[in-house]
T-cell receptor, first 114, second 115 residues
Framework: DSGVTQTPKHLITATGQRVTLRCSPRSGDLSVYWYQQSLDQGLQFLIHYYNGEERAKGNILERFSAQQFPDLHSELNLSSLELGDSALYFCASSVGGGASDTQYFGPGTRLTVL | AQTVTQSQPEMSVQEAETVTLSCTYDTSESNYYLFWYKQPPSRQMILVIR??????QNATENRFSVNFQKAAKSFSLKISDSQLGDTAMYFCAFMSRNRDDKIIFGKGTRLHILP
C-alpha cells in the first residue's frame, strides 16, 4: 500500500458524459501527478500539481482538467468522453516537486467509456 | 524531446535464473534520473530502482541492479535469483532534473517467471 488513495476504483460511463476522478496523496506529500495508461498510448504523464499550483503539463487533452485543493487532494475532470478515453488513470504523489523525490502511485481508477 | 525505448515486449525465464531487461533513452540533457517501475497483475505501479545520472555507481536494491551506461544512453535492469512474484510488466522511465518534471515511460517489457 503506497498511501495514495484513488476513488472510484472503477467507473463505467457513456460517451459524451463527464466524470471526476479523485486522488488523496500520502500524508505530507505536496505534489500530485496524473497519468493515463491505455493499450495504444502506454503510460503517459498528464499533469503535475505542487501545493495547489499547476507545475507541468503533459499530453492532457483540452477536454480534461485538474485541480489540487487546499487540503492537497486532487481531482481530474474528464468531459465529453470518447471511447478512446477508456484507460487506467493513476495519480502519484511525492514530498516535493522535483525529480529527486520518489513518486508513489495510487491503485488507479479504471475508466470504461461505452 | 526525450524518448525511452524498451526493445523487448515480452520475456520468460525460469525461476531462480537471472534476467536482464533492456532500456535505451534519448536526451540532450546531462542531469536526469532513470527509473524502473514494476506493474504486477494488480496494476499497482511500484518503484523498483532509481539511478541518478551524475552518479557513476550503478544502483542496486537487493536482487535488482542496473547497468547504467551514460555515454551509450543505456539503462538495463538485472534481476537475480528471479522469483514467481517478479512476474510483472516492467517500465523504464526518464525524468529530467529541470523544472519540466514529468516522467517519460517506455512501452514496457512483460516478464514471466516460470516455475
Amino acid at each position: 500500500d503506497s498511501g495514495v488513495t484513488q476513488t472510484p476504483k472503477h467507473l463505467i460511463t457513456a460517451t459524451g458524459q463527464r466524470v471526476t476522478l479523485r486522488c488523496s496523496p500520502r500524508s505530507g506529500d505536496l505534489s500530485v501527478y496524473w497519468y493515463q495508461q491505455s493499450l495504444d498510448q502506454g503510460l503517459q504523464f498528464l499533469i503535475h500539481y505542487y501545493n495547489g499550483e499547476e507545475r507541468a503539463k503533459g499530453n492532457i487533452l483540452e477536454r480534461f482538467s485538474a485541480q489540487q485543493f487546499p487540503d492537497l487532494h486532487s481531482e481530474l475532470n474528464l468531459s465529453s468522453l470518447e471511447l478512446g478515453d477508456s484507460a487506467l488513470y493513476f495519480c502519484a504523489s511525492s514530498v516535493g516537486g522535483g525529480a529527486s523525490d520518489t513518486q508513489y502511485f495510487g491503485p488507479g481508477t479504471r475508466l470504461t467509456v461505452l | 524531446a526525450q524518448t525511452v525505448t524498451q526493445s523487448q515486449p515480452e520475456m520468460s525465464v525460469q525461476e531462480a535464473e537471472t534476467v536482464t531487461l533492456s532500456c535505451t533513452y534519448d536526451t540532450s540533457e546531462s542531469n536526469y534520473y532513470l527509473f524502473w517501475y514494476k506493474q504486477p497483475p494488480s496494476r499497482q505501479m511500484i518503484l523498483v530502482i532509481r539511478q541518478e545520472a551524475y552518479k557513476q555507481q550503478n544502483a542496486t536494491e537487493n536482487r535488482f541492479s542496473v547497468n547504467f551506461q551514460k555515454a551509450a544512453k543505456s539503462f538495463s535492469l538485472k534481476i537475480s535469483d528471479s522469483q514467481l512474484g517478479d512476474t510483472a510488466m516492467y517500465f523504464c522511465a526518464f525524468m529530467s532534473r529541470n523544472r519540466d518534471d514529468k516522467i517519460i515511460f517506455g512501452k514496457g517489457t512483460r516478464l514471466h517467471i516460470l516455475p
